[in-house]
């Protein structure tokens, strides 16, 4: 079988196992100009190794607002509803867009992320973590790590911090799992994506007009165009402060039952945790790839990249570049991980890091005091290509 010319994150291998195949690129192509996958940009370029990956995440010249490269060419306005709603919607969200909107947005909220404003959380997500693994299965039953634990303490977690109250979670959960295909989804997934979003615009409408606890609460006196994107930023923070989450914690407790050695270490010295989640991060993180534009021509290890062409730093990748980390395919929880990726960098670094820090933290922490062992049921792992890496279920024996 011959090897494909560029790299694909869709293919079932890769998705499988993408590791193997970064190693390949960054030895044989790891500034690689490939196929665009829109004519809007003129060549789509991806970034494997860490120093090309991190320079890309912090260069001025490079942002996410792809309007600013291809004036003209969004038709959102020829769609119809619910898709322009949509559209709308996902285009005013921090995530995409460049200063000043970006600076504007972001400073609206990110006091609320620093590391001051969560400390009061960490005890309410130990308890929750507890009461989770309370009512897990007697010896012998099967426990999934993402839908019995990993997704109720996170997805709470994040429904603290805006001040959703318990009553409603579950709604707000239910309605946040058709959005996952906005990050690539076909037309039938983006219709349900688009009555999703309508739906949690309005329950963030109603909550945002009554609620005086939490974020939201901030937004109570804003009007017309500022309530607009108060409700965008609410969505955006609520869906990513757990969609990530699950699945770090998930390939964390994958890779410890996947080395015991690993595993005895932490449960012999939980000091190590800190470390552990940094290299839980680095070894299998659930954002894969980044996304940025080139406003301008520049060169990046070597290569000239034109303006207007797609960059695509691969997070997973620049994770396991042998230049930074040592030995990069062992998992180690004494290693010093600290130039991980996974959380992006730049003014687009993750909002939530110090939080989904926390999270996985205190999760892992709680399964090895209340799992006796992490054993994995004999049943095949399927891996999800999305917006995060990471698997359907991980299910453990009891």
């Known amino acids: 079988m011959t090897s494909p010319r560029f790299f694909d994150h869709t293919d079932p291998a890769v998705v499988a196992d993408p590791y193997p195949h970064y190693a390949r690129w960054r030895e044989t192509d790891p500034i690689q100009r490939a196929p665009s996958p829109s004519q809007i940009f003129p060549e789509q370029w991806f970034l494997f190794r860490h120093a090309e990956v991190t320079q890309a995440l912090r260069d001025s010249r490079l942002g996410r607002d792809w309007h600013a490269v291809a004036p003209g060419q969004s038709r959102r306005d020829s769609l119809p509803e619910p898709l322009r709603a949509l559209v709308e919607l996902v285009d005013g969200w921090m995530l995409v867009v460049d200063p000043p909107l970006h600076t504007e947005l972001r400073g609206a909220v990110s006091d609320a992320f620093r590391p001051r404003a969560l400390a009061g959380?960490?005890?309410?997500?130990?308890?929750?973590a507890e009461a989770l693994l309370a009512r897990a299965p007697l010896a012998g039953g099967v426990f999934d790590v993402l839908a019995d634990f990993a997704l109720p303490l996170t997805s709470n977690a994040i429904a603290d911090v805006l001040g959703?109250?318990?009553?409603?979670?579950?709604?707000?959960?239910?309605?946040?799992?058709?959005?996952?295909?906005?990050?690539?989804?076909?037309?039938?997934?983006?219709?349900?994506?688009?009555?999703?979003?309508?739906?949690?615009?309005?329950?963030?409408?109603?909550?945002?007009?009554?609620?005086?606890?939490?974020?939201?609460?901030?937004f109570a006196d804003s009007r017309g165009e500022q309530r607009r994107r108060a409700i965008g930023t609410c969505i955006l923070l609520y869906g990513a402060g757990f969609a990530t989450t699950v699945h770090a914690i998930g390939n964390g407790v994958l890779a410890l039952a996947r080395h015991p050695e690993a595993c005895a270490e932490l449960r012999a010295d939980p000091s190590l945790l800190p470390s552990a989640v940094e290299?839980?991060?680095?070894?299998?993180?659930?954002t894969q790839r980044s996304q940025r534009f080139a406003h301008e021509s520049l060169e990046l290890g070597g290569r000239l990249v034109p303006k207007g062409a797609l960059i695509v730093?691969?997070?997973?990748?620049?994770?396991?570049?042998?230049?930074v980390f040592a030995d990069p395919e062992r998992f180690d929880v004494r290693r010093d991980?600290?130039?991980?990726?996974?959380?992006?960098?730049?003014i687009h670094s993750c909002l939530g890091a110090w939080l989904a820090r926390l999270e996985v933290r205190v999760a892992i922490a709680a399964l090895l005091r209340r799992v006796p062992h992490l054993n994995l049921a004999d049943e095949p792992l399927e891996w999800r290509e999305s917006a995060a890496r990471g698997l359907r279920r991980l299910p453990l024996v009891l």
């Open 164 to 218: 959703i109250p318990e009553a409603e979670r579950s709604e707000f959960l239910r309605a946040t799992r058709g959005l996952e295909a906005v990050f690539g989804g076909g037309p039938a997934q983006l219709q349900r994506a688009a009555v999703a979003a309508r739906e949690l615009s309005l329950l963030f409408e109603r909550l945002i007009a009554v609620t005086r606890d939490g974020l939201l609460a901030r």
């Open 337 to 346: 991980s600290r130039a991980q990726v996974a959380f992006g960098g730049g």
């Open 279 to 286: 290299e839980i991060l680095r070894y299998d993180p659930p």
């Open 121 to 128: 959380l960490e005890d309410s997500i130990a308890r929750r």
């Open 313 to 323: 730093p691969v997070l997973g990748s620049a994770n396991r570049d042998p230049e």
